[in-house]
């Protein structure tokens, strides 16, 4: 099991900045990918950034030059820089990680096991 903590969430004005972090903690577990997503009422659920163990990452449209990811492997954590704040990057944040879980093991090899972070709100007034 991987528990996921996010904070860094809150209210801020247009143009303003924020940092969420996202802190992943368990045993026997080799992180593949780590993100952000975020949601708005009565929509679906989208891609930020999402970066993978190579140090690659792929950001959104909306938010590339805004938004920086940065990761800290000693640490399991992820990082979210979000800078040039706007009303519509108002939503809930949520953290996803996909680990190679050393505790399962499948019909291929080590499972690949999902998880979310509980989410946090992030509000830009105009």
């Known amino acids: 099991q991987v528990q996921l903590v996010e904070s860094g969430g809150g209210l801020v004005q247009t143009g303003g900045s924020l940092r969420l972090s996202c802190a992943a903690s368990?045993?026997?577990?080799?992180?593949?990918?780590m993100g952000w997503y975020r949601q708005v009422p009565g929509k679906e659920r989208e891609l930020v950034a999402v970066g993978n163990s190579g140090g690659s990452t792929n950001y959104a449209d909306s938010v590339k030059g805004r938004f920086t990811v940065s990761r800290d492997n000693t640490k399991n954590t992820l990082y979210l820089q979000m800078n040039s704040l706007k009303p519509e990057d108002t939503a809930v944040y949520y953290c996803n990680v996909v680990v190679v879980d050393f505790t399962a093991w499948g019909t291929t090899g080590w499972e690949t096991q999902e998880y979310w972070g509980q989410g946090t709100q992030v509000t830009v007034s105009s």
């Open positions: 368990g045993s026997r577990f080799s992180v593949k990918t």
